[in-house]
Nanobody, 123 residues
Framework: QVQLVESGGGLVQAGGSLRLSCAAS????????MGWFRQAPGKEREFVAA????????YYADSVKGRFTISRDNAKNTVYLQMNSLKPEDTAVYYC????????????????WGQGTQVTVSS
């Protein structure tokens, strides 16, 4: 079992930045693919970014490429999402997730989920 706890959400003006953190329990954190998803009101949960066991392999949705950066610290069992140049359309609940398999871009690829943290970007 893996438990995930997100933090770092909040209210920010357009153009601003936020850094989300996701702390994971368990001794096998480094073996999981870690991902970030988001869900806006009335919309489906969507892929934002993911990293395989090392940050040499990172993947991003086109909508955030160049603005968001995913990173992980396996010694601290933590994954981060640095979000820059935020836009009102980035407003959503952001979820951290862990996957045991090899796929990483779909909700169904992930085995464990956090409770989410709200990010609101005002115009």
């Amino acid at each position: 079992q893996v438990q995930l706890v997100e933090s770092g959400g909040g209210l920010v003006q357009a153009g601003g930045s936020l850094r989300l953190s996701c702390a994971a329990s368990g001794r096998t954190f480094s073996s999981y693919i870690m991902g970030w998803f988001r869900q806006a009101p009335g919309k489906e949960r969507e892929f934002v970014a993911a990293t395989r066991r090392t940050v040499d392999n990172t993947y991003y949705a086109d909508s955030v490429k160049g603005r968001f950066t995913i990173s992980r610290d396996n010694a601290k069992n933590t994954v981060y999402l640095q979000m820059n140049s935020l836009k009102p359309e980035d407003t959503a609940v952001y979820y951290c997730a862990a996957a045991r398999g090899a796929r990483l871009s779909r909700v169904s690829d992930y085995d464990y989920w956090g409770q989410g943290t709200q990010v609101t970007v005002s115009s």
